[in-house]
């Protein structure tokens, strides 16, 4: 059944690239290599104030992220199959019209995930260490270690969601059950070893110590950790039909003060429905930041004084404009074809759905300014990553319209967007280095904003409605 | 004579692939116009064309009057329309869907006339059901009621027919025989060709995106022939051409 893993992987291929052409996304781990390549040569540079190890740690945090949000943003236990493919789909519903389990073909698409972001992300990055490696003083052996600790960090975060969202689909209480679990579980380990309880993921065991012991206890766990997913793995039956009292016209009524009441009513049922708004914030929000913020935490004394508020706050900023992709991935243009609505009524819409959904990166930032001791700050920097959350957004519309789940795979694209954000990120964050108040400043990036979504509007209303 | 649709040299390239190739068609107010085609030969491109879907590559049309490249949503609010495929949005019920619908082309009274079309169409056990939990052709019902239910001037329906059992086929066609007796117009688009011969006034043969033949079905029967024997020789000659 090697057929259903190969066919599995060239549909992903070619979900990518139909968008914007083969060569436009044969060139995105290119890139990622030339990132990695140029950006070992800085590390002699940054272990002057920055320690090795911590390096290590920021380099494994963001393929744990990476891999926390793959998996977030995909493997969301029962709405997996519709959510990924929806009915575009045949080789997610081929257990109707082949002799295939569900479990056989969600195994199939969980590995074929594995293996696609490996040789997408995670291969190229660290080939582009190894090669530098040679220039920059680094063993070829401790370049090839890291390549194999990053791809357990990052299969450590894809089968950690995998793992608590196949949990999720069957009882929310048993997931709460199972987090507490191991926030206590964390907790007890620092207290009982007096050590900084990071320094135990596996990955980081390994790479600080190889040994064959530690690789093959890493091993196990993510087994561990795929096998229980996948036996946890219950798709709803194709024949099961939900039923539920009409929400629609009260909601409609609600949001009367909204641009356009009955498309809000619509993505709000859309994001409770699916599960999407609890299921999407704790994978792909909550998660992912909380381990952010817990990395960032080792790197304190490496922040200028108030720093590390700001900095969660910029990423902050920075993940919740994903939120974008929460609200367009359920449905293509063609729900809308049949009746009288322009594309850019629907950007519009799906912006004022992001813009309500804000209000979970605000609280967030304003927890860890609380719980950190910064309440003076929490003002900036709320507005500092709402700032950025909306001009990151505007980008994201401007260039990717109604498809930023696809189009952010364009080299192109992806370049451009980076080169944007982080012009912006690069200049706030050292404003509110300079001055914690200087972050209030960041409101001015609504103006830019306010200029994309107009640009993004009349853009993707001049592109071929069929192309969506 | 009105005519309510009207496309000069309409053509649809896809890269290299020409779907649709200068077509030049009308139609006249309170017509039943069938598009008739095998498979691949462009009759959806077409409605998609002349409903603003999708831009031609070059010609032009009017539909009740308004440029559709111009003007596409506009087109899309004074319309009916039944797309190729059934896709009501997946997390609405389907009386959520129809609500939906009347909220974006403002029609009041949703309650009462959707309660017509559960009832007309037999669907009315299925309208709090999620729209992805619904059956083919409970989807067609209610793809079909989203459609008509404004009472639209003309109506441009892509293979209408295709999910229904007989006993709902013969219920949409008397539905179809009496909406154009109103004054109102259809463009259909099928390649049931028993169907089309009964319904329909006019019609249009597309093969390989070319406009083949188009006359009233009047004219055809005068002269003693069949729509499906004529549709059959008249494809089956080109497929040699």
């Known amino acids: 059944m090697f057929e259903l893993f190969t066919n599995m992987v060239k549909e992903e291929w070619r979900v990518h690239s139909t968008m914007f052409g083969s060569l436009s996304f044969a060139l995105f781990p290119v890139m990622i290599f030339g990132i990695a390549f140029m950006g070992s040569f800085l590390i002699p540079l940054m272990q002057t104030t920055l320690p090795a190890g911590n390096l290590t740690l920021i380099v494994h945090a963001s393929y744990l992220m990476l891999g926390i949000m793959v998996g977030g943003f995909g493997l969301l236990g029962n709405e997996v199959m519709n959510r990924r493919f929806g009915q575009a789909s045949l080789l997610a519903y081929s257990a109707r019209s082949l002799p295939l389990s569900e479990k056989f073909i969600f195994s199939n698409f969980v590995v074929k995930d594995t293996v696609y972001y490996f040789f997408l992300w995670v291969l190229p990055f660290g080939f582009g260490y190894i090669l530098a490696s040679p220039f920059i003083g680094v063993p070829l052996a401790d370049a090839l270690l890291l390549l194999l600790t990053l791809t357990l960090s990052f299969l450590f975060g894809l089968c950690s969601v995998f793992f608590l969202s196949a949990v999720y689909a069957r009882s929310r209480l048993v997931l709460w059950l199972v987090l507490m679990a191991i926030v206590m579980g964390v907790g007890i380990l620092a207290a009982m070893t007096g050590t900084n309880p990071v320094l135990f993921f596996p990955p980081l065991l390994l790479y600080s110590a190889f040994t064959w012991t530690n690789f093959l206890f890493s091993c196990a766990l993510l087994v561990v950790l795929f096998g229980v997913a996948i036996v946890l793995f219950n798709p709803e039956s194709v024949g099961s039909e939900k039923m539920y009292k009409d929400s629609f016209a009260p909601l409609t009524r609600q949001f009367s003060f909204l641009p356009n009441p009955p498309l809000a009513a619509k993505d709000s049922l859309d994001l409770y429905r699916s599960g999407s708004l609890v299921g999407q914030t704790i994978f792909s929000f909550l998660l992912p930041l909380a381990v952010i913020w817990f990395f960032l935490s080792l790197l304190g004394p490496f922040f200028p004084p108030h720093g590390l508020l700001f900095v969660v706050a910029v990423t902050t900023g920075v993940i919740a404009s994903t939120m974008y992709t929460w609200v367009t991935m359920f449905d293509t243009f063609g729900p809308y074809a049949c009746l009288p609505v322009a594309v850019s009524t629907l950007i519009a819409s799906k912006l004022t759905t992001f813009a309500i959904l804000q209000v979970i990166p605000a609280v967030f930032i304003a927890a860890v300014a609380l719980l950190s001791g910064e309440a003076a700050y929490l003002i900036p920097a709320v507005v500092l990553g709402i700032s950025v959350s909306f001009y990151a957004v505007g980008v994201m519309a401007w260039l990717c319209g109604l498809s930023p789940n696809v189009l952010v795979y364009d080299v192109k694209v992806l370049f451009v967007y980076l080169v944007l954000v982080g012009i912006v990120l690069a200049i706030f964050t050292t404003a509110a280095f300079a001055n914690p108040y200087f972050a209030l400043f960041a409101v001015i990036l609504f103006i830019p904003t306010w200029l994309l979504v107009r640009k993004a509007k009349v853009r993707w209303d001049a592109v071929d409605p069929a192309g969506f | ?241």
């Open chain 2, 1 to 241: 004579m009105t005519i309510v649709l009207e496309a000069k040299n309409l053509m649809k390239r896809y890269g290299d692939v020409v779907a649709v190739d200068n077509v030049s068609l009308a139609v006249e107010k309170g017509a039943l116009f069938g598009l008739l085609g095998p498979n691949g030969s462009g009759k959806t491109t077409m409605i998609k064309m002349l409903t603003g879907q999708t831009r031609p590559t070059s010609g032009s049309a009017t539909v009740l009057g308004i440029d559709v490249i111009k003007d596409p949503v506009d087109v899309r609010g004074q319309v009916g329309i039944i797309p190729e495929q059934e896709t009501p949005p997946s997390f609405l019920t389907a009386m959520e869907y129809l609500e939906f619908v009347a909220a974006v082309r403002k029609i009041p009274g949703i309650e009462t006339k959707a309660d017509w079309w559960f009832d007309f169409l037999d669907f009315a056990d299925k309208k709090n059901v999620l729209c992805k939990d619904l059956s083919r052709g409970t989807r067609q019902k209610l793809m079909f009621t989203q459609a008509f239910i404004h009472e639209p001037a003309l109506a441009l329906i892509d293979e209408p027919l295709i999910n229904f059992d007989p006993i709902m086929q013969d219920v949409v066609k008397d539905y179809l025989a009496e909406y154009v007796k109103k004054g109102k117009t259809i463009f259909i688009s099928t390649h049931i060709l028993e169907v089309a011969e009964e319904i329909c006034s006019g019609f249009a043969i597309l093969h390989k995106g070319r406009l083949l033949h188009t006359s009233p079905v009047a004219e055809l029967t005068a002269r003693g022939e069949h729509l499906p024997s004529f549709f059959l020789s008249l494809v089956r000659k080109d497929r040699h051409v």
